[in-house]
């Protein structure tokens, strides 16, 4: 369990702010809403895609030794018992038999011992209803095909790694890849969480960011042996959180401890994001060394080979995974964590609400204002906005004050206000506003794409 957090707890006050600004809503809300799932507006929407094209564009597009995929959400069900999942993807279950509610069994807001008489139910207070443990399969089932019978059974993948196993061959053949390299997904995946909750950081549908990195279990030096490929990827993508913008005294590895590592797996470390609160530091993304356990069971399973064939040495081996696997959804919530202050404005009595998001995330790079409704400002300022529209979302806004324009869009994490003035008129220069500084300097209208590309910098 995380200790408290000495960030403050700002969750309760994003959910507010994404619901009223269409960062996300709850799932079927009009009909009170489905069990943690969540829909993303259209704010939303641009950021958690912000966050996956920058996951892509370093795991996939900058990389020579990287190929990408697009995996079925269904697979065989025999990949569910390859992978273990059908047997062991479970958490032990209690029910409360006096208010019906289901809590994990090692929820540490259940007091004494589920089962035995002491134990109290965290929701109704009732003593001695809690059952024993059962375990609960996290996989959604469904049915393939006109005939619900056991034959007939799927599952809703509950990650997107094994989209990736079951292809290693036919993506090495393909693309001609040689040992090491790494095939990347992102994909939606699917749990039947127990206690799902904390708004989108644990949810029964979500988006997964993964890759598999498959090097050589013999590698010798110059080559990177395959410890030293999993050091090289933790660092690699901490490095990568760490340009997100999440600030490094909130980021931190955990490393699981040999009770902790599932059975095959020789290295695990988690990434964690301090999310304030009594939540504090949890886990947005884990790096593990999987050793050849995947490649292997499903070469049992399939009795298919899933072997490399290293031609220069006429030697044929499976490979070592290394993987690399990230939340989309719950780094967009650490993102947001991050990002949410309330401050203080100098010389003006109202405070303001931030999203201080780097500029590459934001999903509205630049609002434009025409300072009034006349004199020529909305003509020239439409002609800015749709000129900037063709490189990136713009929000043109004559609305209101110009001040509660600012702090409309300064509460989205819009990084550049853009106000068309009497002087722009004139000369043909706009102001630029700073959302963090507040500074303002006047571009020429015709220099302001490549004023605005500039400052939210490459896709990296
Ligand atoms: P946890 O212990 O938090 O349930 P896990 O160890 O089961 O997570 P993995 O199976 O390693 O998680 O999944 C990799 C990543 O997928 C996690 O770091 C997290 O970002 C994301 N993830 C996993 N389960 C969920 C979920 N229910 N909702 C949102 N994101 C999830």
Redesign the pocket.
């Known amino acids: 369990m995380a200790s408290v957090s000495t960030y403050p707890d700002v969750m309760d006050k994003l959910v507010s702010l994404a619901k009223r600004r269409g960062f996300i809503f709850q799932s079927s809300e009009i009909y009170g809403g489905t069990g ?1 799932v969540w829909d993303y507006g259209p704010l939303g929407v641009e950021l958690k895609k912000n966050v996956k094209d920058r996951w892509w564009h370093a795991m996939v597009r900058a990389r020579d030794d990287i190929e990408g995929l697009d995996a079925a959400i269904l697979m065989h069900p025999r990949v569910w018992e390859a992978s273990g999942h059908v047997a062991t993807f479970t958490d032990p279950l209690v029910d409360c038999t006096n208010c019906k509610r289901r809590f994990r069994a090692d929820d540490p807001s259940i007091k004494g011992t589920p089962g035995q008489p002491d134990a109290q139910c965290p929701v109704c207070g009732a003593k001695g209803t809690l059952s024993n443990p059962r375990m609960f399969n996290l996989m959604f089932k469904t049915f393939m095909g006109p005939v619900e019978d056991s034959a007939a059974v799927v599952y809703l993948r ?2 997107t790694a094994q989209g990736i196993y079951v292809n290693f061959l036919n993506v090495q053949q393909s693309t001609r890849q040689k040992v090491p390299f790494g095939i990347a997904q992102i994909g939606k ?1 699917f ?1 039947n ?1 127990i206690t ?1 909750g904390n708004f ?9 960011m ?1 890759m598999q990195f498959f090097v050589d279990p013999e590698a010798k030096a110059p080559e990177r042996s395959d410890m030293e490929w999993f050091e090289y990827w933790k660092e690699q993508r901490l490095h990568w959180h760490l340009a997100l913008g999440l600030q490094p005294e909130r980021l931190q590895f955990h490393q699981h401890e040999s009770q902790e590592l599932a059975h095959y797996a020789r290295a695990a470390f ?2 964690q994001f301090d999310f304030g609160g009594s939540l504090g530091f ?5 790096v ?1 060394h999987r050793g050849d356990f995947d490649l292997t069971r499903h070469q049992q399973y399939s009795n298919k080979k899933l072997e490399y064939f290293d031609q220069p040495n006429n030697r044929r081996f499976v490979p070592y995974v290394i993987e690399t ?7 967009a919530l650490a993102v947001l964590v991050n990002a949410y202050r309330e401050e203080e404005v100098p010389g003006e009595s109202e405070g303001r609400t931030v999203l201080g998001l780097a500029p590459a995330l934001a999903p509205i790079k630049a609002g434009v204002f025409p300072l009034v409704k006349k004199d020529g400002m909305p003509e020239m300022a439409t002609r800015v906005a749709n000129d900037l529209r063709r490189a990136f979302p713009v929000f043109y806004d004559d609305s209101g004050a110009i001040g509660r324009r600012y702090r409309r869009q300064d509460e989205v994490g819009t990084p550049f206000g853009i106000t068309i003035d009497g002087q722009s008129t004139q000369d043909g220069t706009v102001t630029v506003r700073d959302r963090d500084t507040l500074q303002q300097v006047r571009v020429a209208a015709d220099q302001l794409r490549g004023y605005i590309a500039d400052r939210i910098g490459p896709a990296e």
Do not use: C
């Open positions: 943690s509950p990650e995946a749990r969480e799902p989108i950081f644990r949810t029964r549908e979500f988006e997964q993964e988690d990434v949890q886990e947005i993304e884990g593990h696997s990230a939340g989309a959804d719950r780094t």
